[in-house]
Every structure is written in structure tokens, then in C-alpha cells.
């Protein structure tokens, strides 16, 4: 059923998309092209950086190009498009406007069948709100292309610009190396969710930093940096991240999670206590720490380590 929502929200910006791009084709209308170019450019930014299965760098970063490339290009064909139809009122702009409102009833009826729809696992809420930032394009399509009509004929390429220029913007932030998005500060309720995770978590995660949320594309995305104790085998980091990633989820179910095990620091300075000591082995410690200093050798002069016994100023 996972499979069949994934493909139901894939569908939905197809459909829509195709709509505008036929209504484009037959009234050579550039805001409708440039609006079926800005619903690509949402739809690569949510599956172009996660949400994916694929956890290799590599992989994800070759893909966020990729989506960040094609965006780039709808983006600027959208502004090109929107520029050679001119300023002028299209004829053939009921056309459009119909098209822009099927359009952007199809990605609704998407959210509203998704969101009843009995699932192993919930429609999270960024794939709805990508939904409905494509409802929300053809609305604008067909809002612009009435006020074309009726108040100022440039208002319709004015909008098709702006489309190709938010999908311009989608390619830029993909491209980003360091991750797409909007970054903003974690509430008080995902840094709670995370610490949880860690507490209840693997033994050999001391804590974290660099917790950040950001927004691509509607979706929303957790990244954490936990510190591990000591280094541990790859398999072992595999498992740790694959355990921190499930608890906080189960808490944050709307969030893509990505945790990222790395050692602390401080731990090659500081080693962690051995937790496998005896009692026997910390008395032992204990007495050598506890036993008397050497006594100071003879003469005037006090010895190594040896403390005065007075202050001069107390001397008679």
C-alpha cells in the first residue's frame, strides 16, 4: 500500500503537469508552461533529496544534481516561455484558466484520498503539503490568467515569470552541497526526541550536535550528529544509526530522519571510563591513590613534593 501512495503522489503532479503542458502546447500560453515546469521542479525536490531507501552518499548527491540540473533548466524555459508570449492578453485564456484549476484539483483529490486511505504507514505531512504547493500553482494559474483578462493583460506573463523563477530557485537549493532547503532552529519538542532516542538508545552514544530541520520541497528533514564513546566497528555504526533513526521516527513520524554516528571528539583527550571494572580493581586504585607521600630527605631545603609546614609571615 506504501508503494501505491508513492506512486498515487507521483501521479497527481503528472497529471496536472500534462494538463498545463497541453494547455500551453495549444494556446501557446507561456505561464502554463512555466507552471508545468515549477510542478516538476517540486516534485524532483521531493524525490531528489530524500525521501529514498538509498543511504550512500555518493548516490544521493549524484541524484540532487541531477534534479537540481533538470530544475534549472524548467525553471528557465518557464522564464523564456513567459517572456516571448509577451505582455499581452492571451486569446485563448479560458483554456488556460480551466486547465489551471483541473489541475490543481487533481493534486487535492490526492491529498484527500491519501489522508483516508488505510496505509501500513502514514502519508507523512511533507508529501502532503508538496501536494498541496501544486494544488496551489494552479490555482495561481488560473487566478492570473482571470485578472489577465479582466484587470491588466501583463499580470499572466508576470506570473509565468515568477513560476520559472521559483523553479529556478528549487534547482539552486538542490544543488546546494551541504543540503537543499530552509534551515530553522529544532522546537523544544523534536530536541526532546532526539535526546529520548539517545538516552533509551545504544550504550556507546554519549550525545550529539549539529541538529538542524530543514524544508525541500515541502518536505521536512531531522539531521543529527550522535557521538559515539569510542570507535566501533562499521556494522556496529550501521546498527546504532538504523536504532536511533527508528525511535526518533516512531516520534516524529512527519520528519525524514538522518542520523550520522561520528566520534567524539573529546574522547580521544578523555578516555571513557571502562564499565567492565571490578569493585576490586577501584579499592586497588583507591589505596595507591590514598598512600602516604616519601618522606623528605634531611637538610634545610624541602623536598620534592613536600609542603611547608607554615607560612614565613607565621614563623617566630
Known amino acids: 500500500m506504501r508503494r501505491r501512495a508513492g506512486g498515487a503522489l507521483a501521479a497527481a503532479f503528472a497529471?496536472?503537469?500534462?494538463l498545463w503542458v497541453a494547455a500551453a502546447v495549444a494556446s501557446g500560453s507561456g505561464s502554463a508552461l512555466a507552471a508545468a515546469g515549477l510542478a516538476g521542479a517540486l516534485l524532483l525536490a521531493l524525490v531528489a533529496d530524500p525521501p529514498v531507501s538509498a543511504r550512500d552518499p555518493r548516490r544521493r548527491a549524484a541524484g540532487r544534481l541531477a534534479g537540481a540540473a533538470l530544475a534549472l533548466v524548467l525553471?528557465?524555459?518557464?522564464?523564456?516561455?513567459?517572456?516571448?508570449?509577451?505582455f499581452g492578453l492571451n486569446p485563448d485564456w479560458p483554456l488556460v484558466a480551466a486547465a489551471g484549476a483541473l489541475g490543481a484539483l487533481v493534486p487535492a483529490v490526492a491529498v484527500l484520498v491519501l489522508r483516508r486511505a488505510e496505509l501500513d504507514q502514514p502519508v507523512l505531512a511533507s508529501e502532503r503539503s508538496a501536494l498541496l504547493r501544486c494544488a496551489a500553482v494552479g490555482i495561481a494559474l488560473a487566478l492570473?490568467?482571470?485578472?489577465?483578462?479582466?484587470?491588466?493583460?501583463?499580470?499572466?506573463?508576470?506570473?509565468?515569470?515568477?513560476?520559472?523563477?521559483?523553479?529556478?530557485?528549487?534547482?539552486?537549493?538542490?544543488?546546494?552541497?551541504?543540503?537543499?532547503?530552509?534551515?530553522?532552529?529544532?522546537?523544544?519538542?523534536?530536541?526532546r526526541a532526539?535526546?529520548?532516542?539517545?538516552?533509551?538508545?545504544?550504550?556507546?552514544?554519549?550525545?550529539?550536535?549539529?541538529?538542524?530541520?530543514?524544508?525541500?520541497?515541502?518536505?521536512?528533514?531531522?539531521?543529527?550528529?550522535?557521538?559515539?564513546?569510542?570507535?566501533?566497528?562499521?556494522?556496529?555504526?550501521?546498527?546504532?544509526?538504523?536504532?536511533l533513526e527508528h525511535r526518533i521516527r516512531q516520534i516524529l513520524p512527519d520528519l525524514v530522519v538522518d542520523v550520522r554516528p561520528v566520534l567524539d571528539p573529546d574522547a580521544a583527550v578523555r578516555p571513557a571510563l571502562?564499565?567492565?571494572?571490578?569493585?576490586?580493581?577501584?579499592?586497588?586504585?583507591?589505596?595507591?591513590?590514598?598512600?602516604?607521600?616519601?618522606?623528605?630527605?634531611?637538610?634545610?631545603?624541602?623536598g620534592h613534593g613536600e609542603v611547608l609546614g607554615s607560612a614565613p609571615w607565621r614563623q617566630e
Open 75 to 86: 525553471g528557465t524555459v518557464g522564464v523564456v516561455a513567459a517572456l516571448a508570449q509577451g
Open 144 to 191: 492570473g490568467v482571470l485578472v489577465a483578462a479582466y484587470v491588466l493583460p501583463a499580470v499572466d506573463a508576470v506570473v509565468g515569470v515568477g513560476f520559472g523563477l521559483l523553479a529556478v530557485l528549487e534547482g539552486v537549493a538542490l544543488a546546494r552541497p551541504g543540503g537543499a532547503g530552509l534551515r530553522r532552529v529544532p522546537t523544544p519538542a523534536e530536541v
Open 274 to 302: 571502562d564499565p567492565t571494572r571490578s569493585y576490586g580493581d577501584a579499592t586497588e586504585l583507591l589505596d595507591d591513590a590514598t598512600q602516604p607521600l616519601e618522606a623528605a630527605p634531611a637538610g634545610d631545603e624541602p
Open 194 to 243: 532526539v535526546e529520548d532516542a539517545i538516552i533509551h538508545g545504544p550504550p556507546e552514544v554519549a550525545g550529539h550536535r549539529r541538529l538542524v530541520v530543514r524544508s525541500t520541497g515541502g518536505a521536512q528533514y531531522l539531521s543529527v550528529e550522535v557521538l559515539l564513546r569510542r570507535a566501533v566497528q562499521p556494522a556496529r555504526a550501521l546498527a546504532i544509526r538504523a536504532e
Open 15 to 18: 497529471v496536472a503537469g500534462a
